[in-house]
């Protein structure tokens, strides 16, 4: 199995996933031609897809889907919320390519299977998923106000988590361009992920056998990769794990294509 997050973060969400000959997208928030090309760039070509998982409605994340659906012919999988909130510009999608499905159902695509699990989001019906595969499995939790501990119980153990660091919370805070309301709805249970809460998650999934943590989803005004990095490293070498033999440690990118990551 490999993993690619193609790009993470407020201006667009893309997740590449293959495993035996099948390949799908987890979200697609960009346009349809900038997804083609970051596909392209890891030797990937968008008429092999086999699907697209869609987490939530927000637009960074589904602004492409309407686009490939359509141009080959790819099914969308989403929650019955999430269909329900689906904005208008996403563009029609054939009703015969359409999946719902439940939060905590578990399905196939393919060689690959697909465990989905509820995330606290301001969402419609927000999901993570865990793809399974190869012996190894991969999961997708970004956009949540809190870690709670069903989500923590469904990541548990996985090869590799692409997990968000959304924001620095003094940084949003002084940021003059952001309203209080704003604020107050990223920094809610039903918002994003601060440096720190993703850190004591890091340090807690390290502890159940992850091995491999992508941080993801940082804001571009009020993070900044460094910062959530450094973060995630005191927090392990704090509590004396061994970063890089315990676990290792990675970053997902807003504006460019990110690692190929192999799920042995």
Avoid at 91 to 97: F, P, Q
Avoid at 117 to 131: K, L, N, T
Avoid at 168 to 194: C, E, F, V, W
Wanted: with cysteine; net charge negative; glycine share 12%.
């Amino acid at each position: 199995m490999n993993f690619c997050p193609l790009y993470s973060g407020s201006s667009g969400n893309c997740s590449f996933v293959t495993c035996g000959g099948d390949s799908l997208l987890i979200d697609a928030g960009l346009s349809g031609k900038t997804i083609e090309g970051a596909l392209h760039t890891i030797g990937a070509e968008a008429r092999d897809l086999k699907a697209i998982l869609v987490t939530h409605e927000h637009v960074d994340h589904v602004k492409g889907i309407g686009v490939l659906s359509r141009r080959y012919h790819l099914p969308v999988y989403c929650t019955e919320g999430t269909w329900e909130g689906m904005p208008s510009g996403v563009g029609a999608i054939d009703r015969g390519l359409r999946r719902t499905f439940v939060p905590g159902e578990d399905f196939y695509i393919g060689s690959m299977s697909i465990s989905s699990f509820a995330i606290p989001h301001d969402a419609r019906e927000p999901v993570g998923f865990r793809i399974w595969g190869g012996g190894g499995s991969v999961s997708v939790a970004t956009d949540m106000g809190y870690v709670r501990k069903d989500v923590l119980e469904a990541i548990a153990g996985s090869s590799l988590i692409l997990l968000e660091s959304n924001h620095d919370p003094d940084m949003l805070m002084n940021n003059p361009h952001y309203t209080s309301a704003l604020k107050r709805r990223i920094r809610s249970r039903q918002g994003h992920l601060s440096n720190g809460e993703c850190a004591e998650t890091v340090v807690r999934l390290a502890e159940t056998g992850c091995r491999q943590v992508v941080l993801g989803h940082l804001s571009g005004e009020n993070n900044t990769p460094e910062l959530a990095y450094d973060t995630a490293v005191h927090a392990v070498t704090d509590r004396g794990l061994s970063l890089g033999q315990d676990i290792l440690i990675d970053l997902a990118w807003r504006d460019r294509v990110g690692k190929v990551y192999e799920i042995l």
